[in-house]
């Protein structure tokens, strides 16, 4: 064999074991270190499920027994959120319950869907993804690595914890710290203002969801996530009332809604949230006990709790 063909061969070897290596690093990254891999251990036989946004996410922590799942991911709109419900309705029971969150910006404009997209790439379908580009959605599934090489630094971070623990472990999503008193304040000044800014109506996504749930016997339930006073004294009743009471009155299905929004349990006990409008892990604790009280004190057939 020439020294020329031994170079070729050399180099397809090693081009041949480079991908590969890319590829089962991939899918190492994704079992355990993407922050999204519990949409890969999603149980059957769900009872009781929320999608949403950040609210969403940070708000509930169900106790192990339950047949609950957290399915929100941080700015989750409803266009993923009806995507999510329909990709895994068959792992929910007949009757179950669907908590949908509803913020002061639900229902506004979702042109910046795209900016998401990489958050879904991993579990949805292609044609689920709101205007996906094909080459990045195949280059994801076969190496996120490959899709941003920042990941690598992950591996390492996720492999030091290893050793440090002495086990192999799924990476969960963790609460952030809590700002101080002057950080919440301050944040509750700009996020309000972010949350008020989008103007434009839509409600296209969240009708799907409700008439999706009445397809398949779910119970949807809209949940005001516990706020802040800080952050509900810059956003404002008449806000309250004009983006989400009086627009759930014009939904084509009416569902019941919870409305923890100016809970006193929790709206100037600044020690149960993360930040103006976010809970932690204690007031997520705290919010999920209450709220599954609530739902097994409801009778879903023939109360309406709220008038539109």
Known sequence: ??????????????????????????????????????????????????????????????????????????????????????????????????????????????????????????????????????????????????YSGKKLIEIFQYFQQVVVRKQLFFKENTYPKDLDFEGKVKEAQTTSKRHLAPENLDFTYINEILEFCEEKNFKAIMVGMPQSYLYNDQVGEFNYRKRIKSKIGRLKIKPIYLDYSHDARFERDLDLFLDDDHLNEKGAKKFTTIILNDLKQLNLKQKELVNY
């Open 1 to 146: 064999m020439t020294e020329h063909k031994k170079y070729f061969k050399t180099t397809m070897l090693s081009f041949i074991f480079g991908l590969v290596l890319l590829f089962l690093l991939g899918q190492f990254y994704k079992k355990y270190i993407f922050e999204e891999n519990k949409f890969l251990r999603v149980p059957d036989h769900l009872k009781i499920i929320n999608l949403g946004s950040s609210h969403g996410k940070y708000g509930f922590l169900y106790p192990g027994g339950e047949d609950a799942f957290n399915f929100a991911i941080e700015s989750q709109t409803y266009y993923y959120d009806l995507k999510i419900l329909k990709k895994y309705s068959d792992r929910l029971e007949p009757n179950s319950i669907v908590l949908i969150p509803v913020s002061i910006f639900s229902f506004y404009d979702e042109g910046w869907l795209d900016e998401l997209n990489e958050s879904y790439y991993e579990f949805l379908d292609f044609k689920d993804i709101y205007n996906g580009k094909k080459d990045m959605y195949y280059l994801w599934n076969f190496s996120p690595i490959l």
